[in-house]
């Protein structure tokens, strides 16, 4: 998580609503606000001063994503030429019917045979591993699959634990010298499975 | 016939605080792991539970707002929170009125721009009742939605003052409160030092309301010191537990 990284120079602790300092010459980044022409804190954290830009991070929220976010997620709905997917963060995303990896080819354009059979692709209640393409505006979530390692996830462990403890790395799927897969989502979700060369032992 | 004495000749009161002390405070932050943000707060013998949801998609796609979340609030009491065994169902008019400023005294300070079409829950539940139930709710709504992270314009604490011969008390307990004075309950946002909920449902000469808003802003900066600390405390302990402890 970016407030955790090294090279921070102070470690002010701040609670909601007190004064971090003084407004003139900052930006204002994340959990501030400009109130009398003083910087205030608006949720309880540490700040980070990165240049001019002073933010404060709390050490528990809910998952915001970024692109290139790797999520572990699950299908709540399956609709017009999209599946509703649950992320654990404020708002359901989007996996846009033309954002999956089509068995038959990898660019053809989506026809309405594509659309009918959408249910033959992830179904609601499938856990599926996928990136976040985009972010728009009101926030929503675009995801993709538009590589092999994403996809439906089955035959393994679900867990769930606070999005912030996950660190934003290179690598988020990982095989672990005991034979398991592991991929770490982004957003808290957690995923394990046997590594596929090993055959079900421990 | 001995009237109680709500303040002894020594200027103590029944349960030996003086008429500027509030309860002991303690509480606890997260303790439940599958809400976003929540929190343990007792006020003497007075305790209450909060759990926060959110922000997250809304559970009823008609009520949201283009431009900012809605919160929702539900209050409950325990039938073991008063010394009489009492159920309370959900609809009880007392508790809607209490979940309903609740639920604005926090719409008007989270920062609900932040996240359009979204929801945020509240979900209080009183455990043990001796005074000061809603303050107590309010205090403690408070630390489970910063457990959360969601971002709010100020620390809002809340406090109840009674009065009585002429002295306004501060955070009253039950025996306190069941006697025939007037009681208040106040919550102020820390920074800003304005009022932001104030109810009564008793007689008050207009005289004295000056004191009793002034002594109510007084409670609720005491409490909000002791606040603070224990969410500072906390996140300390929180770092420590994920081995990036500050130097």
Redesign the interface.
């Known amino acids: 998580h970016a407030a955790?990284k090294s090279g921070m120079s102070e470690?002010q602790?701040v609670?909601?609503?007190?004064?971090i300092g003084e407004e003139a010459g900052f930006l204002r980044g994340h959990?501030t606000?400009a109130?009398d022409g003083k910087l205030?804190a608006?949720?309880?954290?540490?700040v980070q001063r990165v240049n001019k830009l002073v933010s404060v991070h709390?050490?528990?929220?809910?998952y915001q994503g970024e692109i290139g976010d790797v999520v572990v997620c699950r299908i709540l709905e399956v609709a017009d030429k999209l599946w509703r997917v649950d992320l654990n963060?404020?708002?359901?995303a989007i996996l846009m019917l033309s954002a999956v990896h089509l068995p038959g080819g990898v660019q053809r354009r989506r026809t309405q045979q594509d659309q009918l059979n959408m249910r033959q692709y992830f179904v609601e209640g499938d856990l599926i591993s996928a990136e976040v393409q985009a972010v728009k505006q009101?926030?929503s979530i675009h995801l993709h699959t538009r590589s092999l390692k994403y996809g439906k996830l089955n035959k393994g462990l679900f867990l769930s634990v606070?999005a912030?403890?996950i660190k934003r790395c290179k690598k988020h799927f990982h095989t672990l010298k005991c034979g398991v897969d592991i991929i770490l989502g982004n957003n808290g979700y957690v995923w394990m499975q046997f590594s596929r060369e090993q055959d079900g032992e421990e | 016939m001995s009237k109680r004495e709500f303040i002894s000749p020594q200027g103590l009161r029944i349960d030996g605080r003086k008429p500027g002390e509030i309860r002991r405070i303690d509480c606890t932050l997260g303790p439940f792991s599958h809400a976003d943000g929540s929190a343990v707060l007792e006020q003497g013998n007075t305790k209450v539970i909060a759990s926060v949801y959110g922000p997250r998609e809304a559970k009823r796609k008609g009520d949201v707002l283009h431009d900012r979340a809605i919160v929702t609030c539900e209050m409950s009491i325990t039938s073991f929170a008063t010394s009489e065994r009492k159920q309370r169902s959900k609809t009880d008019r007392r508790l809607k009125e209490r979940s309903l400023a609740i639920q604005q005294i926090f719409e008007s300070v989270i920062s609900t721009h932040l996240y359009p079409r979204s929801q945020i829950s509240i979900f209080v539940q009183v455990v043990q009742s001796d005074g000061g139930d809603m303050a107590a709710s309010i205090n403690a709504s408070t630390l489970a939605l910063i457990d959360a992270g969601i971002p709010m314009q100020d620390f809002l604490t809340a406090c109840t003052i009674g009065f009585v011969d002429g002295t306004p008390i501060l955070d009253i307990n039950y025996t306190e409160s069941a006697s025939s004075g007037p009681e208040v309950t106040a919550a102020i946002v820390t920074k800003s030092r304005k009022i932001s909920y104030m109810q009564m449902a008793d007689k008050l000469p207009i005289q004295h309301l000056e004191k009793m808003m002034l002594a109510a802003t007084e409670g609720c900066l005491m409490v909000y010191e002791i606040l603070k600390k224990k969410i500072k405390a906390h996140s300390y302990s929180l770092l420590h537990a994920r081995g990036t402890a500050p130097s």
């Open positions: 955790w470690r602790y609670t909601t609503g007190e004064v959990g606000v109130k205030q608006t949720v309880s954290g540490f709390a050490l528990n929220s809910r963060s404020r708002k359901n009101d926030g606070p912030s403890l």
